[in-house]
């Protein structure tokens, strides 16, 4: 495929689909496998593709997906020495040298827990958990350099990733109610200054326009809040703040980097949001923590999706399908889009529920599709070391790390609260060229073992070389490829042998082979299709 062929590809994103929400039922071919696990994961393994071929895609779903109890990934010995040490905060009149030792930890620190995320893409197996964490993530954003001086303590954002993951299949109105409450987001919001009198607006102002309803209706343009809907809001959320630092004034012993609740900093009076939603006013006995969170602040997210249920479920579906599906799902396709919300306002807005009916159509599965999306940072630097079996240590960790941040997603830290804008801006004049690089490094370290250890994961890899030429293909590439792409890629595999030699060769791990594999893998990565997914 050449990049005008991509480009114009791109440009259908907007064509009418035939293809329904209705479930596809018949077992999974290796193509359509690969093409659940690229949307579900950071690229399959060649084992895992096995694994899931051959099943109906309900059963793929529940294998790869899981029920969301599952064990989640550990901390590393080196992150547990700080994810529960308070640093005081390096902006109260500090010495500068003590502010720099402080802000150089953070930073460490900050680069630590990113690497282990990262490495979590790389290494996971079944069930995938990252990218629907991603997927929060970049929804209910926070920055770790969130404004032009504070940084947030790297423990916050670990907690805050540990509340995603956990709540990655969960009740999306569960997930509100979680992340109001976390560390990260109230100090990134500005709620660890939200008091009575003088409520700070930030968070619910981004509640509603970027988290759960959007400014106005998809399908109707009218607007989906007021002003005056801000601002009794914001007073609902005034008393929080999150144990930050050392020495903070205020806040409860034994609790590092908790939230608590300062109830002199409460507005009790009563709150009207929306046209029915009210929050009765309470009484200093019920001004205590858990009172408010369960009264006001679970009570404020019951409010949002009681009054405009169904708004919230065609806002958060439309995220699901741009994240997940396709990248600009458009007006025409809002039928889609009108049919996933009503099941998940049917099924209480619980996302597990609303990926299966997804992940299982034949909408899903339909060609209009397949090889439509542009693959995010992660999905293209992690994607191929997973498709390669690539392991690596810690230095290299720290290398993916910011190949990733030098195609323009550094993890944690987003331009602002509206997250990546994605999609086509993942391409530019500048990161094309850096994938390209990096792919090329990657595929440059394997040694001739790791290339035949590739191969040998491919049935019938030194019996039939067309069918290995096929998985081959439809491993690396999202699409199907003509003929004439075809045997080009079959003329650089075999090097100039012959199919017989080449077959003999790979199984007595012949050098002439190898190169093969690797001149292969070059023009693979080159390929415009390769960026896609």
């Not at 929804?139 to 947030?152: G, P």
């Not at 034994?254 to 900093?265: D, G, I, M, Y």
């Not at 550094?410 to 801006?425: E, F, H, I």
Request: aromatic residues 12%; charged residues 20%.
């Amino acid at each position: 495929m050449k990049r005008r062929d991509l480009l114009i590809k791109l440009k259908g994103e907007n064509e009418i689909l035939s293809a329904s929400l209705d479930e596809k039922t018949d077992a999974l071919n290796y193509a359509e496998a690969l093409h659940l696990l690229r949307r579900v994961s950071f690229h399959p393994t060649p084992e895992q593709v096995n694994q899931v071929a051959g099943k109906t895609p309900s059963e793929a779903f529940d294998t790869i997906v899981g029920n969301g109890t599952e064990q989640l990934p550990a901390p590393t010995p080196s992150m547990n020495s700080w994810l529960n040490v308070l640093e005081e905060n390096p902006l109260e009149n500090l010495p500068q040298e003590i502010r720099a030792e402080i802000e150089g930890r953070h930073r460490t620190h900050y680069f630590e827990f990113v690497n282990w995320w990262l490495n979590n893409m790389r290494s996971e197996e079944f069930p995938s958990m990252e990218k629907f964490t991603l997927f929060l993530h970049s929804t209910w954003c926070t920055e770790f350099t969130y404004d032009t001086l504070a940084l947030l303590p790297p423990p916050l954002l670990y907690r805050n990733n540990d509340t995603l993951r956990k709540n990655r299949l969960v009740d999306y109105n569960k997930i509100a109610e979680a992340v109001s409450q976390d560390g990260a987001m109230i100090m990134y919001q500005s709620l660890f200054y939200s008091g009575k009198g003088a409520p700070n607006e930030n968070y619910m102002r981004e509640l509603m326009e970027l988290f759960t309803l959007g400014i106005g209706d998809l399908e109707t343009g009218s607007a989906n809040y007021t002003e005056g809907d801000i601002r009794e809001g914001a007073r609902a959320l005034t008393g929080w703040r999150t144990v930050a630092y050392l020495g903070q004034n205020g806040a409860p012993a034994n609790r590092p980097f908790e939230t608590f609740f300062v109830k002199a900093q409460h507005d009790t009076g009563g709150k009207k949001i929306m046209q029915f939603g009210q929050i009765a006013p309470i009484t200093d006995d019920e001004n205590t923590e858990d009172l408010v969170r369960s009264k006001e602040v679970s009570g404020l997210i019951d409010i949002l999706f009681n009054e405009r249920g169904i708004t919230v479920a065609r806002f958060i579906c439309a995220k699901i399908l741009r994240f997940f599906v396709y990248s600009d799902p458009g007006a025409d396709n809002m039928s889609i889009i009108n049919e996933l919300a009503q099941f998940m306002t049917a099924n209480n807005y619980n996302l597990r529920k609303v990926y299966k009916k997804l992940f299982t159509s034949q909408y899903f599965f339909s060609d209009e599709v397949r090889g439509c999306q542009i693959k995010t940072p992660p999905e293209f630097i992690i994607g191929l070391e997973r498709m390669l079996g690539v392991d690596f240590d810690s230095l290299q960790q720290s290398k993916t790390r910011t190949s990733v941040s030098s195609l323009e997603q550094l993890l944690y830290d987003p331009p602002n609260v509206g997250s990546w804008k994605a999609y086509r801006t993942w391409l530019s004049t500048t990161t094309y060229p850096l994938r390209i690089k990096y792919a090329k490094e990657i595929v440059t370290s394997l040694s001739n073992t790791q290339l035949f250890d590739l191969v040998k994961k491919f049935p019938e890899y030194n019996i039939n070389f067309t069918n290995l030429l096929s998985n081959l293909t439809n491993y690396f590439l999202p699409v199907s490829l003509s003929q004439s792409r075809l045997d080009t890629f079959r003329q650089i595999l075999l090097n100039g042998m012959q199919e017989s030699e080449w077959l003999s060769g790979v199984t007595s791990n012949n050098s002439s082979v190898a190169q093969g594999i690797r001149l292969f893998l070059d023009r693979v990565i080159v390929s415009p299709d390769f960026q896609l997914c």
